[in-house]
């Protein structure tokens, strides 16, 4: 966990656990700020969770399954999240955003250092669902392209799911949770 961990820009403290799979990642991770969210205010009756359309469905499934409500929003004309609108849908319930890098039917990264600044400006969490991307996207770099800045180097980013099954060349549904 710790090559990982160092890969992704997570601080000395941050820590993990191994997954079945990427689904099992995100359920996890919304499952997690859940129970934060109800250890810090128990009166906390219907936690949200604010996404763009282009998101996994692993987090509908996660709000839905943990008694979340689920806000979709619309993405802009790239197929990246919105943070303007993603702003305005959020409320006093909101506990968690979620981002992708890369989402997977376009391969486009969420404008992430923006939703981590909204993220931090909130004081809710953001999850980056890099199952896709978090074993390309640290290679991909260099010297002649910038690349949108994704993982925990990002102020703001709470966790990272990554595949380790995709380009982590491991075995078929493995998947890495990662915290900051």
């Known amino acids: 966990m710790g090559i990982l961990l160092n890969l992704l820009g997570a601080p000395p403290d941050g820590g993990g656990n191994m997954t079945s799979g990427g689904t099992e990642s995100i359920l996890l991770a919304v499952k997690t700020y859940r129970d934060q969210a109800h250890a810090r205010n128990p009166e906390l009756a219907l936690p949200q969770l604010v996404a763009p359309e282009s998101a996994h469905p692993a987090f509908f499934k996660a709000a ?3 008694g979340l409500e ?3 929003v619309p993405v802009d004309s790239g197929f990246r999240a919105d943070p303007r609108v993603m702003a305005r849908a959020m409320t006093k319930r909101t506990i968690l955003l979620a981002a ?5 039917p376009q391969g486009v990264l969420d404008p992430i250092p ?14 980056v669902d890099a199952c896709l991307g ?4 640290p290679f991909l770099p260099d010297p002649g392209r910038k690349l949108t800045p994704w993982d925990f ?6 966790s990272i799911s990554a595949d380790l099954h995709k380009y982590g060349y491991a075995a078929m549904g ?5 915290f900051r």
């Open 134 to 137: 978090g074993l390309s996207l």
């Open 114 to 127: 923006r939703l981590g600044a909204l993220a931090l400006e909130r004081g809710v969490g953001l999850h």
């Open 64 to 66: 839905h399954y943990f």
């Open 70 to 72: 689920a806000v979709s």
């Open 174 to 178: 493995a998947s890495a949770l990662l």
């Open 100 to 104: 992708s890098a890369p989402s997977f």
């Open 153 to 158: 180097l990002v102020p703001g980013v709470s």
